[in-house]
């Protein structure tokens, strides 16, 4: 089955620099790839995602690059902002009805002002 | 969008008996159901899938006779939890995915907090 590796398990930054969260995936059969943010005792929310035929994606601040042949896909958030402190996770799936998503261990991030 | 109805939202009970968790998709038909379990500081790991009107599929280490999932109809699965211990306090959600209002994309419940004393 499909395995989520996510680097690093925490981050910290100051307010107005940027941060990366870096995923890898071992199912070469994964092509829709989420990132969730999650606040304590919350559903996870959904910020951002890419599905495989695109190598990357914008949102204002938020960025997601796909590197298919690597297996790896990663957030970026640029100028953040002490809001932007939760845990944040990837998660892969395959396009198949009835595919849940896989996700990876997670990030806390710590944006401080 | 999409909405998934979870609960209830915190519950405690006593070792050695059963609770009783439900999602209900509003706007949608959920036609899959996924059930995670989420420790603290830890992510989200699948528990089961279900597809309305068939048996979950359980991943490896989860007890089937444990924790009973039902998915009789296109809006509503159930997950009950028997004979609860203390080492299944943890925060339960559902996710479907579906036809309807949704389209593809996968719609978490607001979770369950299980407290077991």
């Known amino acids: 089955g499909e395995n989520v590796e996510q680097h690093p398990s925490t981050l910290s930054v100051q307010e107005g620099d940027s941060a990366v969260i870096k995923c890898t995936y071992s199912?070469?059969?994964?092509?829709?790839f989420p990132w969730y943010k999650q606040e304590l005792g919350k559903r996870p929310q959904l910020i951002i995602d890419i599905r495989s035929n695109v190598g990357e994606k914008k949102d204002q601040r938020i960025a997601v690059t796909l590197n298919k042949t690597a297996k790896h896909f990663s957030l970026h958030i640029t100028e953040t902002q002490p809001e932007d402190s939760a845990v944040y996770f990837c998660?892969?799936?395959?396009?198949?009805?009835?595919?849940?998503?896989?996700f990876g261990k997670g990030t806390t991030l710590s944006v401080s002002s | 969008g999409a909405v998934v109805s979870q609960h209830p939202s915190r519950v405690i009970c006593k070792s050695g008996t059963s609770v009783k968790i439900e999602c209900r998709s509003l706007d949608f038909q959920a036609t899959t159901m996924f059930w995670y379990r989420q420790f603290p500081k830890q992510s989200l790991m699948l528990m089961a899938t279900s597809n309305e009107g068939s048996k979950a599929t359980y991943e490896q280490g989860v007890e089937k006779d444990k924790f009973l999932i039902n998915h009789a109809s296109l809006t509503l699965s159930t997950l009950t939890v028997t004979s609860a211990h203390p080492e299944d306090s943890s925060f339960y959600i559902c996710?479907?995915?579906?036809?309807?209002?949704?389209?593809?994309?996968?719609?978490f419940g607001s979770g369950t907090r299980l407290t077991v004393v």
């Open positions: 996710s479907a995915t579906g036809t309807g209002g949704s389209g593809y994309g996968y719609t």
């Open positions: 998660a892969a799936s395959t396009s198949q009805a009835g595919t849940a998503l896989i």
């Open positions: 199912d070469s059969a994964s092509n829709y």
